[in-house]
């Protein structure tokens, strides 16, 4: 059964770049049926979509969001990262990879990382 | 304030059946998925498409749509279903995706 695990820091500076990593295990990013998305989740608060990528590179992002978002994959290790670059504390939040297949259904997720940002 | 809208607290009795509505334009073309999320935990599926269960999702959940609104239903509420309920679909462009506020299901 497909499994993504995510890496990164937990802690980073405002107006730097926040930089987060999903593996998946279990099965291909390469696979043609889904695409890979990162989702967000500020504290006391509801889930928010940042963007979605394809392995073949395709990607899209929120529009609230998109100046800032970069997702890229690398399949040789099998893996998707997400860049969220001039950060600020309301960009503070547990940050979730998944697995989106039909279009918008997030049928696995990572784990969640919780991200804060302060100097 | 997101494309769908989600009542932010439901309650029900142990047992007894209740209903979570997401509404928005959206869902007149698009179905919504359902995710239950507990604290602390990342959020699973439970209803896509039509009415259909992931795996190991019990049938007590359903879904539904009409119009603009689609429904998640659970039937007989069990005490460890008390948890946060998302809705996600796609946006009024269809373009790019969003989520509902959230339901907080309490069971009594």
């Known amino acids: 059964q497909m499994q993504l695990q995510q890496s990164g820091p937990g802690l980073v500076k405002p107006s730097e770049t926040l930089s987060l990593t999903c593996t998946v295990s279990?099965?291909?990013?390469?696979?043609?049926?889904?695409?890979w998305g990162w989702i967000r989740q500020p504290p006391g608060k509801g889930l928010e979509w940042i963007g979605s990528m394809y392995y073949s590179g395709n990607t899209y992002h929120n529009p609230s969001l998109e100046s800032r978002v970069t997702i890229s994959v690398d399949t040789s290790k099998n893996q998707f990262s997400l860049n969220l670059s001039s950060v600020t504390a309301a960009d503070s939040a547990v940050y979730y990879c998944a697995r989106q297949n039909n279009g918008w259904i997030f049928d696995r997720w990572g784990q969640g990382t919780v991200v804060a940002v302060s100097a | 304030s997101s494309e769908l809208t989600q009542d932010p607290a439901v309650s029900v009795a142990l047992g007894q059946t209740v209903r979570i509505t997401c509404q928005g334009d959206?869902?007149?073309?698009?179905?919504a998925s359902w995710y239950q999320q507990k604290p602390g935990q990342a959020p699973v599926l439970v209803i896509y498409g039509r009415n259909d269960r992931p795996s190991g999702i019990p049938d007590r959940f359903s879904g539904s749509n009409s119009g603009d609104t689609a429904s998640l239903t659970i039937a007989g509420a069990q005490a460890e279903d008390e948890a946060d309920y998302y809705c996600n679909s796609r946006d009024r462009g269809g373009t790019h995706l969003v989520f509902g506020g959230g339901t907080k299901l309490t069971v009594l």
């Open positions: 959206s869902l007149r073309s698009f179905y």
């Open positions: 279990g099965g291909s990013i390469s696979s043609v049926t889904f695409y």
